[in-house]
């Protein structure tokens, strides 16, 4: 079975920083394009970043582009979200979720994600 | 970036009705959508890919339709589990997402 458990969320102070893992199990990250996609309170989802089935092409929202920084371990079957100069709009629950194929592909599977809090 | 803007915002509707929701982008985007159900606490689920295709296991109530920049999902027969906040997502460029379209009990 496919899952995919997110953790590392939790509350920051504004400039702060965290980094939000995410381990698979049931399949290989490196098989596939990895997400991370949020949702503010209340809010609609919001696509961050992808990285590539080799792992060698990353790209970002605009605006976490420069403070965020996705990353994997193959050995550990684990994604990363490195979260630097956190400001209080990225107040969300983070998702990390699988590319169905291409690298422009919806998600098809989801972890139930973890909420990150900002504060001034 | 390609906006995607979901009509309506709040559907209210009863078990058995056929419901449609519609989701336009800023510019074409040829087949490339996908619709997505979230219940409140969970993670979004996969329904349908390139505009009409049901991701395996989605029952066959579920449909999509369209292309370029207008987009339906449709529920033909409404059950009580799909109650929930639809989101559609254009892949064409960078991902976006519409601002979702929360279906409740009428």
């Known amino acids: 079975e496919v899952q995919l458990a997110e953790s590392g969320g939790g509350s920051v102070q504004t400039g702060g920083s965290l980094r939000l893992s995410c381990v698979a199990s049931?399949?290989?990250?490196?098989?596939?394009?990895m997400h991370w996609v949020r949702q503010a309170p209340g809010e609609g989802l919001l696509w961050v970043s992808r990285i590539s089935i080799d792992g060698r092409d990353t790209s970002y929202a605009d605006s976490v582009r420069g403070r965020f920084i996705i990353s994997r371990d193959i050995a550990k079957n684990t994604l990363y979200l490195q979260m630097n100069s956190l400001r209080v709009d990225d107040t969300a629950v983070y998702y990390c979720?699988?590319?169905?194929?291409?690298?422009?592909?919806?998600?098809?599977?989801w972890g139930q994600g973890t909420l990150v809090t900002v504060s001034s | 970036d390609i906006q995607m803007t979901q009509s309506p915002s709040t559907l209210s509707a009863s078990v058995g009705d056929r419901v449609t929701i519609t989701c336009r982008a800023s510019q074409g985007i040829s087949s490339w959508l996908a619709w997505y159900q979230q219940k409140p606490g969970k993670a979004p689920k996969f329904l349908i890919y390139?505009?009409?295709i049901l991701e395996s296991g989605v029952p066959s109530r579920f449909s999509g339709s369209g292309s370029g920049t207008e987009f339906t999902l449709t529920i033909s027969s409404l059950q009580p589990d799909d109650f929930a906040t639809y989101s559609c997502q254009q892949y064409s460029s960078f991902p976006t997402f519409g601002q979702g379209t929360k279906l409740e009990i009428k």
């Open positions: 049931g399949f290989t990250i490196s098989s596939y394009w």
């Open positions: 390139k505009a009409s």
């Open positions: 979720a699988r590319g169905r194929g291409k690298a422009a592909d919806p998600q098809d599977q």
